[in-house]
């Protein structure tokens, strides 16, 4: 009989033991790796002094007092954060003062603060006494009254009264008082003349006759529609036929004009020729100064932008024997 075969020792699976030399190389940090660590301490002990300067200068800055100490006290506070911050890759927050008392002197704000702006003076300065503006201030501004009930006769009267007795109609007075070279029949009728007209510059040869004599009218200034819805309501009748009838309000023009401009008042209508305009309106203002007649917002500001570029044009006085009793 064979005795058994011997059994194989088991092999151990378990490494060996390191040897007591490489464990002290390997738990000694070379010089190399010394020399890297002790930079980085002095690199964060940089770092952390130029971080407590900053905050020093900071914090001297905008503080001031009793509470904040003296220059000796933060500088023992800039060495205890430094010390820290030293054995410590990071700097601890907490080593910043927190107790310090805000500032008696704070600094001034880069934002300017707002200050009261001046505000123009809202008065205006009166137009000259005597100028067409100085009257414009004189005269209420209304809107316009209905139209209702109006009558060119019935409430002006008969067209071309004699109302200052001299003889002769209105119409003839202000032909022979605008025309030139004029020729009469009698002491009033005026036959032929010559009409510059003062809206367009233009020169009529005035004939009278049945289809010439319309080429030159009279123009009320204040066209008498207008003045009915201004205030002429209220005034007498004796009142409204001197309106009608004033030569302050009485204009020889050309026929086209007076027709194209109806009863218009600045607003809506004014002379094609510019160099009649400042007295244009001058005379308007002045004939509802005199009659007590308002005149509309929209009126009111197109005769003040007018003399607005003549502000030394006079008024026109009333006429004496006309001056009607408002």
């Given at each position: 009989?064979?005795?058994p075969p ?9 490494p060996p033991?390191?040897?007591s030399r ?7 940090p070379?010089?190399p790796t ?5 930079r980085?301490?002095a ?8 971080l407590?300067?900053?905050?020093s200068v900071a ?24 010390t820290d911050a030293?054995?410590a890759?990071t ?6 003062p927190?107790?310090?008392a805000p500032?008696?002197n ?8 707002a ?6 003076d809202?008065t205006?300065?009166p137009?000259?006494?005597g ?6 201030e004189?005269l ?12 060119r ?12 007795h001299?003889?002769c ?19 009033c009728?005026v036959?032929?003349?010559i009409l ?9 040869d ?7 004599s319309a ?5 009320h ?17 004796a ?14 023009v050309?026929?086209?004009s007076?027709?194209?401009k ?9 002379p ?11 005379r ?5 100064s005199?009659y ?6 929209a009126?009111?500001?197109?005769i003040?932008?007018?003399?607005d570029t ?5 008024a ?10 408002v």
């Amino acid at each position: 009989m064979n005795p058994p075969p011997p059994r194989p020792r088991p092999t151990s699976t378990t490494p060996p033991p390191p040897s007591s030399r490489s464990t002290r190389v390997a738990s000694t940090p070379s010089g190399p790796t010394r020399r890297l660590r002790r930079r980085a301490v002095a690199v964060a002990s940089v770092l952390a002094a130029s971080l407590i300067a900053i905050v020093s200068v900071a914090v001297g800055a905008g503080i001031s007092g009793p509470d904040a100490g003296g220059p000796a006290a933060q500088g023992a506070a800039a060495e205890s954060v430094a010390t820290d911050a030293a054995s410590a890759p990071t700097p601890s927050p907490t080593s910043m003062p927190t107790d310090v008392a805000p500032s008696e002197n704070p600094t001034t704000s880069a934002t300017p603060s707002a200050s009261p702006t001046a505000t123009p003076d809202s008065t205006t300065t009166p137009a000259p006494v005597g100028t067409a503006l100085a009257a414009l201030e004189t005269l209420q501004i209304k809107g316009r009254a209905p139209k209702t009930g109006y009558d060119r006769e019935g409430d002006f009267g008969n067209a071309w009264k004699d109302v200052d007795h001299n003889g002769c109609d209105t119409r003839n007075d202000v032909l022979a008082r605008d025309l030139t070279e004029i020729a009469t029949s009698g002491p009033c009728k005026v036959m032929t003349g010559i009409l510059v007209s003062p809206y367009t510059g233009t020169t009529i040869d005035f004939v009278r006759g049945q289809g010439t004599s319309a080429l030159v009218q009279i123009d009320h200034l204040v066209a008498l529609s207008n003045a009915w819805q201004t205030g002429a309501q209220q005034l007498t009748q004796a009142q409204r036929e001197a309106l009608a009838n004033d030569p302050l309000n009485l204009l020889a023009v050309d026929g086209h004009s007076n027709m194209q401009k109806g009863d218009g008042d600045a607003a809506t209508w004014l002379p094609a020729q510019k160099s009649i305009r400042c007295s244009y309106v001058a005379r308007q203002v002045s004939v509802k100064s005199v009659y007590g007649l308002w005149v509309t917002q929209a009126e009111h500001d197109a005769i003040e932008r007018i003399l607005d570029t003549c502000p030394t044009q006079k008024a026109y006085p009333a006429t004496a024997d006309l001056l009607p009793k408002v």
